[in-house]
Every structure is written in C-alpha cells, then in structure tokens.
C-alpha cells in the first residue's frame, strides 16, 4: 500500500510515469524502507497505463461487491428469541462483574487534584 500510495503522490505531483528511484526516493523521505520485489512488479504492472483509467475501472468493479450487512432471517421462531434473551443477560451479567473491578483501579491511591 505504501508503494502505490508514493507513485500516486508523485503522480499528482506531475511526474507522469514514476520510476522505482522516485519512488524509493519518497520513502525514504519518511523513513520507510521500499520492498524491492513489490516496488518493481508495481513499476512494471503499471508501466504504460493510465492511473486515472485504472482507477475507474476499479471503481466500477467494486461497485458491484456487496459490502453492507445483510438482514439477519430467523426461522427458529420464539425458541431462538428465548435463547438470545438468555445470552443477552448473561453478557449484562459478565460486564457489570467487569466494570465492578475496573472501578476499584480508578484512583489507584491518589486523587487528581491532591
């Protein structure tokens, strides 16, 4: 990720078709080291293309993954319903254990303002 995002700074920077020391060069400037292998499959696969149409072609491909959640279909009627009621107090139960003991850590023998 961080090689393609060094070749788009450069390229919207105005240098149109990055090389792997200009890359490299931008890395560097943060304190990143560049993976070689991945640096030069990234110059060659991009070699010749247009980053602009790449990226809507992108685009468009990933507008037709589902990304949101679904709806949740329960077919096991009220046993299903009681069972999760159950979970559901059990896990009340677990947290206020929890925040009991945090609550006791709080001050840990000194006030704020002492």
């Known amino acids: 990720m961080?090689?393609?995002a060094a070749y788009l700074l450069l390229q919207t920077g105005g240098n149109a078709s990055p090389s792997a020391a200009d890359v490299k060069k931008v890395l560097s400037a943060v304190g990143i080291e560049a993976d070689d292998e991945r640096l030069d499959k990234l110059i060659s696969e991009l070699?010749?293309?247009?980053?602009?149409?790449?990226?809507?072609?992108?685009?468009?491909k990933l507008s037709s993954v589902p990304s949101g959640g679904?709806?949740?279909?329960?077919?096991?009627?009220?046993?299903?319903?009681?069972g999760a009621a159950a979970a559901a107090e059990e896990t009340?139960?677990?947290?206020?254990?929890?925040?009991?003991?945090?609550e006791s850590d709080d001050d840990m023998g000194f006030g704020l303002f002492d």
């Open 2 to 4: 961080r090689h393609i």
């Open 47 to 60: 070699e010749g293309k247009d980053i602009n149409t790449l990226i809507s072609e992108g685009s468009s």
């Open 70 to 82: 679904g709806a949740v279909s329960s077919s096991g009627g009220g046993a299903a319903t009681g």
């Open 92 to 102: 009340k139960e677990e947290e206020k254990k929890v925040e009991e003991k945090e």
